[in-house]
């Protein structure tokens, strides 16, 4: 950055680059337009301001929320006015789903022509109302400053979320004194628990947890986001309390370790369904009982004290009623609870049964599918795939069927490792989010795992892969077929099926090679390994085309609107 | 039990912050019965803006909303997130003064004059419009008051009704 000199009267667009600098932003993601163009015009003088040029809005968006899941910075986004802007809006939203930390830039045509329908405007700001931790609208280039300041505050502290900054296009021309914003307008955003009354729960829940004879721990994004995974595992090894992770909350405790009863939900393992259905101790931790954890509610954990963990007041008790409710930083009441507990619990119940009763369903009821030698299983990819990277990769999902074998067979080690769309479930999620992925990894692999539909729903990245070299390793699971879709019409709607066929989908490796990227096609767990091996190799983006059997089903399976217990195993479980 | 809970909340006076509440209610499915707001004459004193001279103002909103014992706390939560929002206080369970204007215009036919007067002085309400044939009535009261004075009023031709909805206070 250049040196300013006090007198020195900048531009709107110059303080934006400069704060985003001070920020530590190292890239943002963003596409141009009408009213940002001083802003594009203010990178020439800087040149440390890094901007990739993504080809949709929407890909800007996810590339940033992938950014930001895998390294735990803030992600930055940038747009024009209009429609620039609400392509953003998906984007928006599945990070406000996820608490995702992203700072949103936008800009709006002239102030004075606000309010006016004047060329792509839209008003933003009330757009995105709903799906924003906050948002602003700057009106004077005076408070430009404070504003990014306050908008990357809100963003990255407490329960973290998106933050929408709405600039008109003559506060990003005009010209003021830059003055480094000391002092914020923001109230403190999570206000802490009084100390005494956490002490009294944390004192409770350990009791609680001396008396229980059936405890399980359940694990959500909460413990990745607080970077809580070091502390939850010593709580683990200490308490002997075993672990279900949420889909969010993979690789927040080690898929490897003995405890780990897999995810649990609608797509969940069988052990960790019935740890959820028959413990009498609920312990979850960072996860905010989402339906398709719960399902319907009067089956989930029906036996059970509840203690949740989590810092927004707001969830807790929102869906389930908690008897002990922690309110703050899992790292840190966990850090609190291991200080307390010490190396030994002191248990009054004996849990061993328990214990083994559900490591006895996780050893014979594991998540399988039937192998086939002819005929290549999705399954198989993604086992192929964890077994070769060591379960050490970055991997990006779509949303679907593909979704959740990832989350089911990739074995996650450690926390950012799986970025997927949980809340919102947003298709077109999985490629882009890869490129943000890679941009902050770059030493890491990353993988991005998507369906044929979901891959040309930001097909268009590729040229962002391409042009720069960014070697995110693009898997295509092809089954010509909206999987998910299907699996529902055909065991709930009594194959009822309707506009699930993708006939018509591109030749996925022509579509690659035509963008510039290396690409090839497996349609045999033979070839499958060949081009894996392959695609490991090649130092640039690589897609494989993995033409996959089109009748398989995610199992097991809890039909929405049913209890947990009415989860069906699919035939080939035992 | 659903009953009727009255909500106090502080706000920074920005631009939006009205829409910030009351979207909060409609997407959540909160049912709201009213929602008023004006200045509080308090300033939120405790940080100043950087490069804008002055304090920050701060309105009060009384929302009336209707739910249970858990759905009322979980809109304090929700309520509590909003940036704009300073502080959120649950008045229902305390001591609280709770008031609404009520306006109504009557058709005013002369034989009833008399009896309609009486009724505006029972109910220590007032005449602040009259005209050739209407005139308009001010009352202030909680809700139950002036839904039982609405009641009263029915027989001698209501025109418009006008209600500001409750705004609250505690005691003391």
């Given at each position: 950055m250049k040196e300013l000199k006090k007198e020195d009267r900048v531009t709107g667009s110059e303080i934006l680059l400069r704060m985003l600098l001070l920020e530590g932003v190292e890239c943002v993601f963003g596409y141009p337009g009408g009213a940002v163009l001083y802003i594009y015009d203010a990178m020439h003088d800087n040149p440390d301001f890094r901007h990739l040029l993504t080809r949709h809005e929407q890909g800007a968006i996810h590339a940033a929320d992938g950014y930001a899941r895998s390294t735990g910075k803030i992600g930055v986004c940038l747009a024009t006015s209009g429609p620039g802007a609400t392509n953003l809006v998906t984007g928006i939203a599945t990070a406000h789903m996820d608490s995702v930390p992203l700072v949103i830039v936008t800009g709006n045509v002239p102030s004075d022509l606000i309010g006016t329908d004047s060329f792509q405007e839209a008003d933003i700001v009330g757009i995105t109302q709903p799906i924003t931790k906050h948002n602003f609208f700057v009106r004077r280039v005076e408070d430009l400053a404070r504003t990014i300041r306050e908008a990357f505050q809100i963003a990255g502290t407490g329960r973290k979320g998106p933050v929408l900054i709405d600039i008109p296009k003559d506060v990003s021309a005009a010209l003021t004194k830059f003055v480094y914003p000391e002092r914020l307008r923001l109230r403190k955003i999570t206000p802490s628990e009084p100390a005494d009354e956490l002490s009294t729960q944390m004192v409770r829940l350990i009791e609680a947890i001396r008396a229980s004879e059936r405890p399980v721990l359940l694990a959500g994004g909460g413990v990745v986001y607080s970077e809580a995974a070091d502390e939850l595992d010593e709580f683990v090894r200490v308490t002997g309390i075993p672990v279900v992770t949420t889909l969010l909350g993979l690789g927040g405790y080690s898929s490897e370790s003995e405890l780990w009863l897999g995810m649990g939900g609608m797509h969940g393992a069988y052990a960790a369904n019935e740890a959820l259905i028959r413990c009498d101790l609920l312990i979850s931790v960072g996860a905010r009982f989402d339906d398709r954890v719960t399902m319907r509610l009067d089956g989930f954990a029906p036996n059970a004290?509840?203690?949740?963990?989590?810092?927004?007041?707001?969830?807790?008790?929102?869906?389930?009623?908690?008897?002990?409710?922690?309110?703050?930083?899992?790292?840190?009441i966990l850090a609190d609870l291991n200080r307390r507990i010490g190396s030994e619990l002191h248990r009054t119940a004996d849990v061993r049964d328990w214990i083994?009763?559900?490591?006895?369903?996780?050893?014979?009821?594991?998540?399988?599918?039937?192998?086939?030698a002819s005929m290549l299983k999705p399954q198989y990819v993604i086992e192929m795939i964890s077994r070769t990277t060591a379960g050490e990769a970055i991997v990006t999902t779509d949303v679907g069927q593909h979704q959740m074998w990832t989350a089911q067979f990739y074995r996650f080690k450690r926390p950012r490792s799986l970025i997927t769309s949980g809340g919102l479930g947003t298709m077109g999620f999985g490629f882009p989010s890869a490129i943000g992925a890679q941009i902050g990894n770059p030493d890491r692999i990353v993988v991005s795992i998507n369906g044929d539909g979901g891959m040309q729903m930001c097909a268009q990245e590729l040229a962002v892969c391409a042009i720069n070299r960014i070697p995110v390793k693009i898997v295509v699971l092809n089954n010509g077929t909206l999987g998910m879709i299907k699996q529902w019409q055909e065991l709930i709607?009594?194959?009822?099926?309707?506009?699930?066929?993708?006939?018509?989908?591109?030749?996925?490796?022509?579509?690659?090679?035509?963008?510039g990227v290396a690409a090839g096609r497996a349609t045999s767990n033979e070839e499958a390994e060949s081009e894996w091996q392959k695609a490991l190799a090649e130092p640039g983006p690589y897609l494989i085309d993995f033409v996959v059997s089109r009748d398989e089903l995610v199992y097991p399976m809890v039909p929405q609107g049913a209890k947990l217990q009415d989860m069906i195993l699919g035939r080939e479980c035992p | 039990m659903t009953d009727r809970h009255a909500i106090s909340v502080l706000v920074r006076n920005d631009p939006g912050v009205l829409q910030r509440v009351s979207g909060l209610f409609s997407r959540r499915g909160y049912n709201i019965d009213s929602i008023s707001v004006g200045d509080s004459g308090q300033e939120h004193l405790s940080r100043m803006t950087v490069g804008a001279p002055g304090q920050e103002h701060l309105s009060r909103m009384t929302v009336v909303a209707r739910g249970d014992e858990p759905q009322i706390r979980q809109i304090c939560s929700q309520l509590g997130k909003l940036l704009d929002v300073v502080k959120v206080e649950p008045l229902s369970g305390k001591p609280t003064i709770e008031r609404e204007l009520l306006l109504v215009k009557l058709t005013a036919e002369p034989e009833k004059k008399a009896e309609l007067l009486s009724l505006i002085e029972t109910f220590r309400s007032s005449i602040v419009d009259v005209a050739p044939r209407t005139l308009i009535v001010q009352a202030v009261g909680d809700r139950d008051k002036n839904d039982a004075f609405l009641r009263l009023l029915r027989p001698y031709g209501i025109l418009e009704i006008a209600r500001t909805g409750e705004t609250a206070m505690l005691r003391g």
């Open positions: 004290l509840i203690a949740h963990i989590d810092i927004d007041a707001a969830e807790i008790g929102k869906l389930v009623p908690t008897v002990l409710p922690l309110r703050g930083d899992a790292k840190e083994d009763l559900l490591l006895r369903y996780k050893r014979e009821i594991p998540l399988s599918y039937e192998h086939s709607y009594d194959r009822r099926y309707s506009h699930i066929d993708l006939d018509g989908s591109p030749d996925f490796v022509k579509l690659a090679e035509a963008y | -």
